[in-house]
């Protein structure tokens, strides 16, 4: 049996990431141990985005939420990176909260971070110099206008479950009053 045939036959012939059926193709994961079968079967759709990061559909990425429970190795490293890619965002470090993988397995997901010297690391920090990430809390240490309304955020006011900006450290995104707004780091404190 073919290594197509056997991945069709693994997957019930869907997309072992998003469950869809057509346009399927093997794909092979970089940075893959010897060892390690490492090919699943996705579609045309998730391929390229997994290949362009300017294609990335977050949404379309949710489907993570069921196929990062897959018990193939090769399934959940995908997973993996893809969520690693998106946490920004909250949902997917909430996922990855709660996604669990053999030592083995997250060595490999993450191996691809360590052999990317291209991807330049942004680090939020708060006043205090502290590392915030996604889903932290944060409280105001100074009264805040937001700009294009007329609330003021009030020091001292809590920040629940942030997300961050992917393209510049200074700025975290959360909701006060109910209103999401950006909110630049230096005006925050790590709970």
Not at 51 to 63: G, L, S, T
Not at 114 to 123: E, M, N
């Amino acid at each position: 049996m073919s290594l197509e045939q056997e991945l069709f036959q693994r997957s019930g012939s869907q997309c072992e990431l998003c469950t869809a059926s057509d346009n399927l193709e093997v794909y092979e994961i970089p940075d893959s141990p010897k060892d390690a079968e490492n090919s699943i079967l996705i579609c045309g759709t998730c391929k390229e985005q997994i290949e362009d990061p300017e294609k990335v559909d977050a949404n379309h990425w949710r489907c993570l939420n069921d196929s990062m429970w897959s018990p193939v190795p090769a399934v959940q490293v995908i997973s993996w990176r893809m969520l690693t890619r998106l946490k920004s965002l909250g949902w997917p470090q909430d996922l990855l909260d709660m996604m669990y993988m053999e030592d083995e397995v997250k060595e490999w997901a993450k191996s691809s971070i360590a052999a990317d010297p291209s991807a330049k690391s942004i680090v939020h920090r708060d006043s205090n110099g502290v590392i915030l990430e996604a889903g932290d809390n944060v409280v105001l240490i100074k009264d805040l206008k937001v700009k294009g309304s007329s609330m003021v955020a009030k020091q001292g006011t809590a920040v629940r479950r942030i997300s961050l900006d992917h393209e510049n450290e200074e700025y975290i995104e959360g909701k006060v009053d109910g209103q999401q707004i950006v909110i630049i780091t230096k005006y925050v404190k790590k709970l």
